[in-house]
């Protein structure tokens, strides 16, 4: 597979490389699809303001993250990568250590946490509020055993299930009737087909990180079933939560400053700005337009983090100089994944480093602590300020 130069042309070959509701999956976007729009456009609505001389001839794209050095302000948004390539995240989490940064995997991932970590120490187990308070500690106690660096806690999926486009069929378990239902798409694209028949492995649709030490995975709508009958956590819970993990702790799904605020109260590290990609409820404002609030509001007391939108390095330029510490990448590291498996995920990683590096140069700076505000051109009314209390 020879190189590609934008994360646009990774999209390209992960359409025409996966069967079609393989593919319309990691497109996800929730309803009429608003908040995708809104992630990827609130992005073009920012301008640059760049420097003509005094650039300089090297940049330092490093920062220091949730605990950990990386070597650009990227990380790994947890995401379950079901049937997207036979080494799935184990592929994203060596491409992720060969690059210098961080893996976040999905409790709903398809690849167990001990051999994840294996491909990349720096990893970050993803909780849902799943199950009784036991069932969730059992899970982080796993993680733990397996050396998991910190915990991200996943709390804005209000189970939104319905899509304008039509939502693609999840099997709950390949079996024979699905597989002769999928042999279309499947024989339709045999180089997809090619890279499990090699495995000699169908996909695996099982979480295994969802079950206790010793039991079998349980399968995804098991899991999921579980989850939807779960009531959903209080502070007090989050606050509680925190209190079990000594280390790194990102509360991802923040876009309210009031929440951000509680957040801090909670004890947690980090928060990452986020709308889960356009995939919750519709009509939630980009996170971008929601992180300069925020960032001004709680950045000196956690981490302030954002995802969602993620296409280039300039939108990672755009992210810091508005106050975001790194952001993190869903569906730009699933289509390199689909693309090129591990190659394609440090494809994508390269372009998003090159991008930043020629930002960085383009607007003088040096070092990414360098980017402020008056870096970029903010549109009059650009901003989403949730959660302040007006007058
Ligand atoms: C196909 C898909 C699956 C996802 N699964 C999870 C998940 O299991 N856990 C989670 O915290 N976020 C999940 N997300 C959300 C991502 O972590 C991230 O918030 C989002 O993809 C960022 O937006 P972007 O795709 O525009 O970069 C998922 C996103 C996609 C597209």
Redo the contacts with the bound molecule.
């Keep these: 597979m020879t190189w590609f130069e934008s994360v646009a042309e990774a999209q390209r070959r992960a359409k025409k490389r996966l069967p079609g509701s393989v593919y319309s999956?990691?497109i996800?976007g929730s309803e009429k699809g608003l908040t995708l729009a809104d992630?990827l456009g609130a992005f073009d609505e920012l301008g640059f303001a760049p420097r003509t001389a005094g650039h300089f001839a090297e940049r330092d794209l490093s920062t220091h993250v949730l605990g950990r050095d990386v070597a650009l302000p990227v990380l790994i948004?947890?995401?379950?990568v079901q049937a997207v390539h036979p080494d799935g995240e184990v592929a994203v989490a060596r491409a992720a250590a060969a690059r210098g940064t961080s893996m976040g995997l999905?409790s709903?991932g398809s690849k167990p946490i001990e051999e994840v970590v294996a491909a990349n120490p720096n990893t970050y187990f993803?909780v849902y509020w799943t199950g009784t308070r036991e069932d969730i500690q059992r899970r982080l106690e796993r993680a733990r055993a397996a050396g998991a660096v910190g915990i991200?806690l996943?709390l804005d999926w209000s189970f939104s299930h319905s899509r304008d486009w039509g939502s693609p069929h999840i099997p709950e378990r390949l079996t024979f009737r699905e597989l002769l239902r999928f042999a279309p798409e499947g024989l339709t694209h045999p180089r997809w087909l090619m890279d499990y028949v090699r495995t000699r492995a169908l996909p695996d649709l099982g979480v295994p990180n969802m079950a206790s030490p010793g039991e079998p995975s349980p399968t995804f709508f098991g899991a999921y079933g579980q989850w939807m009958q779960t009531p959903p956590p209080s502070w007090e819970d989050v606050a509680w939560l925190r209190a079990q993990w000594d280390g790194p702790f990102l509360l991802?799904g923040v876009i309210r400053v009031d929440e951000a605020r509680r957040a801090v109260d909670a004890g947690v590290s980090a928060i990452s700005v986020?709308n889960?990609?356009g995939?919750n409820l519709d009509g939630t404002p980009a996170t971008i337009r929601a992180l300069p609030a925020i960032a001004e509001a709680v950045g000196d007391r956690v981490e302030v983090l954002l995802?969602?939108?993620?296409r280039r390095g300039s939108d990672v330029v755009k992210a810091l100089a508005l106050g975001a510490r790194a952001v993190?990448?869903?569906?730009?590291y699933?289509w390199g994944l689909a693309a090129d498996g591990q190659a394609g995920v440090e494809n994508v990683l390269d372009v998003l480093r090159n991008g930043i590096d020629s930002t960085l140069l383009a607007l003088g700076k040096r070092s990414l602590g360098e980017l402020s505000r008056s870096d970029v051109l903010v549109p009059s009314g650009f901003e989403a300020d949730l959660g302040v209390a007006v007058g």
């Design positions: 999956a990691l996800a992630n948004s947890p995401t379950g999905s709903f993803q991200i996943t991802k986020s889960h990609g995939n995802d969602g939108g993620i993190l990448i869903g569906r730009a699933l």
